[in-house]
């Protein structure tokens, strides 16, 4: 089975000498035919470079990227034709209506996707006859998302695509995802908002300094992010008896009481708690969120910092 988007050591560098950026750093990536992927990290973890290499507006510095099994840049306009691209800032102006801007890019693509222009505008609920120039950000990304979506393509790339839209809308557009999915289309989703990731696709990447950092099902994921563990005892306890145990991490000891964060089986942290009175305890599973928020709080490099905004 061919993946639609393959990458391997994609490297992306900006500038030159001692002012040359990484944006970029060996990404990883494989996303099969019909997937729904999760591509997640912060402004500035390389997330929009990925995509515009992905859609050949910039070129590698290293490594390789394919597209439906070639290259971007080999594939051109005829595999530019099978994808929906929301980018993630939109620049559109003019006195065009919203509706006039629609059909313009429906005769661009070959009349494909005429027919849903109203449907797709009823339930964004996007008034097609108010000019181009005259919407709010919100509105503007509803003609973004109706135009990635209009020609029904076989392959969807959007980029923090829930951007100035209300939650009542957000929960359509991601129906609209899971009914592009259910025609046969795959799907990656750029986004800093992990609810959304979360609940719509099967498997998610979180990007740091560009390079993939944590890569699963949700499931897993979650597993990853571990368990909160308090204990309460009847006497005091020292941390050393619970300092090196497999799978437990940020031990704090209080006088009574120990809370750790648990990765894995819990049997060696029991055993050692045995040894002591135990009068209560807890374990509470950490979210998706919390394991995103992990990686993040690591120190942050200068090459980040660096391409801050990217």
Same mark, same amino acid.
């Given at each position: ?14 500038? =030159? ?18 997937? !729904? ?24 510095? +290293? ?12 594939? *051109? ?10 980018? *993630?800032?939109? +620049? ?6 919203? *509706? ?20 797709? +505008? ?7 006859? =108010? ?20 020609? =029904? ?47 719509? +696709? ?16 949700? %499931? ?20 050393? %008896? ?8 940020? !031990? ?59």
């Amino acid at each position: 089975m061919v993946a639609i988007i393959r990458t391997e050591g994609l490297v992306k560098e900006y500038g =030159r000498g001692s002012r040359r950026v990484r944006a970029l750093d060996g990404l990883d990536l494989e996303i099969a035919p019909g997937e !729904v992927f999760g591509f997640l990290g912060p402004n500035g973890a390389g997330k929009s470079t990925t995509i515009r290499v992905l859609l050949d507006q910039l070129r590698p510095t +290293a490594g390789r990227a394919e597209v439906f099994g070639t290259s971007p840049r080999d594939g *051109g306009p005829r595999h530019r034709a099978r994808i929906g691209y929301l980018p *993630g800032e939109l +620049a559109m102006t003019g006195q065009a209506t919203a *509706g006039e801007f629609l059909r313009h890019l429906v005769h661009l693509r070959g009349g494909a996707g005429a027919e849903r222009i109203a449907d797709l +505008a009823d339930r964004l609920s996007l008034d097609l006859d =108010r000019p181009i120039r005259g919407l709010s950000k919100g509105n503007k990304q509803k003609v973004g998302v109706i135009q990635a979506f209009l020609h =029904r393509p076989e392959l969807l790339i959007l980029d923090e695509p829930t951007s100035g839209l209300d939650p009542l809308l957000q929960h359509e557009f991601l129906a609209m995802v899971r009914e592009a999915q259910a025609d046969g289309a795959t799907v990656f989703m750029s986004s800093h908002v992990l609810s959304e990731v979360e609940v719509i +696709a099967e498997r998610v990447a979180i990007v740091r300094a560009g390079l993939i950092v944590d890569l699963d099902d949700v %499931a897993t994921l979650r597993h990853h992010a571990g368990q909160r563990v308090e204990l309460h005892f009847a006497d005091p306890v020292e941390a050393a %008896a619970f300092d090196h145990l497999p799978g437990i991490s940020d !031990v704090e000891v209080g006088d009574h009481h120990l809370t750790c964060l648990l990765r894995g089986e819990p049997d060696p942290l029991l055993k050692v708690a045995a040894r002591f009175h135990v009068t209560r305890w807890s374990a509470e599973d950490r979210e998706l969120e919390d394991l995103f928020l992990d990686h993040y709080r690591m120190p942050v490099t200068e090459e980040e910092v660096a391409d801050d905004g990217r």
